[in-house]
């Protein structure tokens, strides 16, 4: 009986010691899909409107800022590549295909796209943008 009391408390710890939420990115993009259906039924994630949101330059989400901003200046034309912050530190590739690691971690998921939407957008991304971006990523070949 100590021995199944142990080998229990052992496994929980284990369990326990495991990363929490871990997800794939096909499933951080069907719970965006999720909550965009909520404002409207119809919706389905779009490749082309996830790199059109990529691509696209926004105008300046800090006041004081005369230039326009986008995900690609910092993550590249090609997200399968590494990109540099403003301060000049590496960026890993934002591709699953290339970083396996990407959209695998739900709240670092939600940290940066806060962070980052707030940067280039000056508002929070919409679940509707957060699913059409990363299911054009995970599309990427």
């Not at 997800?23 to 404002?39: H, I, N, S, V």
């Not at 957008?121 to 070949?141: P, T, Y």
Request: with cysteine; glycine share 4%.
């Amino acid at each position: 009986m100590r021995n199944c009391i142990v080998t229990f408390i052992q496994a929980g710890s284990l369990a326990l010691a495991m990363p929490a939420f871990a997800a794939t990115p096909l499933e951080m993009q069907r719970d965006y899909e999720a909550q965009a259906r909520k404002d409207d039924a119809s919706f389905k994630a779009s490749a082309a409107r996830g790199e059109s949101f990529f691509r696209k330059e926004h105008p300046a989400a800090t006041a004081g800022t005369a230039t326009a901003a986008a995900c690609a200046a910092c993550h590249t034309q090609d997200p399968r590549q590494s990109g540099r912050t403003r301060a000049n530190k590496t960026i890993e590739p934002l591709a699953p295909l290339a970083n396996p690691a990407r959209f695998t971690d739900p709240a670092k998921v939600e940290k940066w796209f806060g962070r980052n939407c707030g940067d280039v957008l000056g508002r929070a991304c919409s679940a509707a943008e957060k699913a059409d971006f990363i299911n054009w990523l995970v599309n990427l070949k």
